[in-house]
């Protein structure tokens, strides 16, 4: 099954402009992929001393463990130490890091000094609570600063952040929390979006109530509305900023390579989420050095990842990348909408962003609206543009390099995963593009389209995309469940040894790969990652709910939106109230992402002789489609 059903069939070329190719950091495609994967570890070698260490590496690639790679082994750093630390003893540390628009339209900049010391101050913050190397904190915020300010003080502390993002509510935080054992959590009061306050603590207080593991919370006050601080247990962000024990002074921690810089979780095929794990070495290597080269930035640029920093994106190409790069990076707090279609092409005009990074939903979204919004704006700074969370279908790939990207801007169509860590399939500013392809694997990457068998597809064929080589930025694990990792990514090619992406795709005869979709039981919902087994759980825990099934559906904006089907208890009976009651459930337990598009009360639902729910079934006829194969079917 695939969610998503484009078909890439007619084929068009965009070279890029000369002066792109000219000045680009990246080196030649061609010489260095096969250079790199003639030997990956002298490739990443290379590559990992463009950073700082406190001490070498003595070995760049452990295999032993399989799949349990280490890589850097023996080598010491922080992750922010590369991304502060060394900036703040140059010239940089006058250079803008961070330039931020609220949505109300308050402005901000940090310099990499001041970035620094308000990192330190922070860092001493948690120290002085109790916050040690390892111990694992939540991040539940809104997008302003100090979401970065405290994900970075965590990294140099040597705290393990989770960060959840803003729009999952009270069951997912309390999970997730229990899940990575957190005692101390960092919130805000509220966050902007659409000219409203989306009531953040008031969501974390309800959390607490499931998850007392919480011992502390930090609160940065940023809405200002009235919010219940508990005695003892909630302290306001700037009251701690200004104690004396706050000193901007702080001592990096020295951090091994393969220790763990964060748990990011995200849904996988059953109802609990996956803390995915990154460490400080690899993960920095990767990481900067994908989005030097794709991205091609430089000192001249202002670079605006338009993501949510509470998703992958977010931790590596709005925090962790630009900084270790020591790029000015900018970030917009609310919706794209507000208060006009224009917002977000006037902040390109406002600000001069020069490469912009976004997701085919918000393109898709902000097309609708048409031209005139974007004509408004002078948007001519542009150079680079990007898109990433799911396939972008030609017509909207078009519309963003006509109408945005004025024709002479590529588009980075960059294919990854939380788990890659960072970009896997990507062009390179040099690439000749197709609109619809990610293109082809970045150098040091090797990645193939192969059957069940396990051997590669013909040009043209699906199959299921699959990485064959280990590569720094990967995932190390599963939080606290090794053999989950293992299960999911690593078994179904066990002989072989390759790590298996959940999704489909083919490459074409010029080994230019398309991503047809996930093939598993995730769903992409406006780019967001969400699984259809934690949709129905959180169906199921209604008290009126005997069994439900969740599938998604193609969309023109959204990518997918999801459809549910649910099978009532025998005392309770159908009703647009019970309908409205139940959407009201989801959003609470896990955020309103997550409420189905369409509800309905069903008597049965098609499963397999074993019980299991047939979604490619109920995914068929929702659309009005054959069914196909139900030999297998008992209801
Ligand atoms: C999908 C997001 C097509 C894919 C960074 C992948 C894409 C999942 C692309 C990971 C792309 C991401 N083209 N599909 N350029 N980028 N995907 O973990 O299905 O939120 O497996 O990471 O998004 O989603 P995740």
Redesign the pocket.
């Known amino acids: 099954m695939t969610d998503n059903n484009f078909n890439p069939s007619v084929e068009e070329w965009y070279y890029p402009d000369e002066n792109v190719r000219a000045t680009s950091n990246a080196p030649d495609y061609d010489a260095t992929y096969t250079k790199a994967m003639g030997d990956i570890e002298s490739f990443w070698a290379e590559r990992a001393r463009s950073l700082e260490w406190f001490e070498p590496w003595d070995k760049v690639l452990d295999r032993s463990g399989a799949p349990f790679f280490k890589w850097f082994v023996g080598g010491k750093t922080n992750i922010a130490y590369n991304a502060l630390d060394r900036h703040v003893k140059t010239w940089r540390k006058n250079k803008l890091a961070l330039i931020f628009e609220g949505e109300p339209g308050d402005k901000q900049t940090y310099s990499y000094w001041r970035l620094n010391q308000e990192v330190n101050k922070f860092a001493n913050v948690l120290r002085s609570m109790g916050v040690k190397k390892g111990d694992r904190v939540t991040i539940y915020m809104g997008r302003i600063p100090e979401i970065m300010i405290a994900m970075l003080a965590c990294a140099k502390v040597g705290a393990v952040h989770s960060v959840i993002y803003g729009g999952f509510s009270e069951q997912a935080i309390a999970d997730r929390v229990e899940d990575a054992q957190s005692r101390v959590l960092i919130t805000c009061d509220g966050a902007w979006l659409r000219g409203n306050i989306v009531p953040l603590k008031e969501t974390v207080d309800k959390a607490i109530a499931k998850s007392p593991i919480v011992e502390t919370v930090i609160v940065v006050k940023r809405t200002n509305q009235p919010v219940n601080m508990e005695q003892g247990r909630d302290y306001w962000y700037h009251d701690l900023m200004t104690l004396p024990i706050a000193s901007p002074r702080f001592e990096t921690q020295v951090m091994d390579a393969e220790d763990p810089l964060f748990i990011l979780y995200?849904s996988g095929t059953t109802g609990k989420p996956k803390g995915i794990l990154h460490t400080h070495g690899g993960y920095s290597v990767y990481i900067s050095t994908t989005l030097s080269w794709v991205f091609d930035l430089k000192d001249e640029d202002r670079w605006w990842c338009a993501a949510d920093p509470g998703?992958?994106?977010g931790h590596s190409y709005i925090v962790y990348g630009p900084l270790i790069l020591g790029a000015t990076g900018f970030m917009y707090e609310g919706a794209p909408t507000f208060p006009y279609p224009n917002r977000w092409w006037k902040l390109v005009e406002d600000y001069g962003i020069t490469v912009l990074y976004t997701a085919p939903t918000a393109i898709r979204g902000l097309m609708r609206f048409g031209e005139a919004w974007p004509n408004r704006h002078d948007l001519s700074s542009l150079r680079l543009l990007g898109?990433?969370?799911?396939?972008?279908n030609p017509e909207a790939w078009k519309w963003y390099h006509r109408v945005i990207g004025k024709e002479k801007c590529p588009i980075m169509?960059?294919?990854?995963?939380?788990?890659t860590g960072g970009f896997m399939i990507t062009p390179l500013p040099s690439t000749a593009l197709k609109p619809g392809s990610?293109t082809r694997p970045f150098p040091g990457i090797d990645i193939d389209v192969v059957n069940e068998a396990g051997e590669s597809v013909p040009p043209g064929t699906d199959g299921n995309l699959v990485i064959k080589q280990p590569w720094p930025g990967m995932l190390r694990t599963v939080y606290g469940d090794p053999d989950r990792y293992v299960r999911q990514y690593w078994n179904t090619y066990a002989k072989q040894g390759w790590y298996v992406?959940?999704?489909s795709a083919r490459k074409d005869k010029d080994g230019y790969v398309w991503?047809i979709?996930?093939n598993d039981d995730v769903i992409?919902v406006s780019?967001?990652?969400l699984g259809t087994a934690e949709i129905e759980s959180g169906l199921v825990s209604h008290p009126a709910v005997a069994e439900a099934a969740a599938v998604g559906i193609p969309d023109e904006v959204r990518g997918n939106i999801i459809y549910a089907y649910c099978i009532l208890r025998s005392d309770y009976s159908a009703s647009e109230a019970l309908i409205e009651e139940l959407k009201e459930h989801i959003r609470h337990q896990i955020g309103p992402i997550a409420v189905p598009s369409k509800l309905e009360i069903v008597p049965s639902l098609p499963k397999t002789r074993s019980g299991k729910i047939m979604r490619r079934v109920i995914r068929a006829r929702a659309m009005g489609m054959p069914e196909g194969d139900i030999s297998t079917l008992e209801e």
Do not use: F, H, L, N
């Open positions: 995200t998703w992958i994106t898109s990433v969370g799911e396939p972008i169509d960059t294919w990854w995963q939380t788990e990610a992406t959940g999704d991503i979709g996930r992409k780019g967001y990652r």
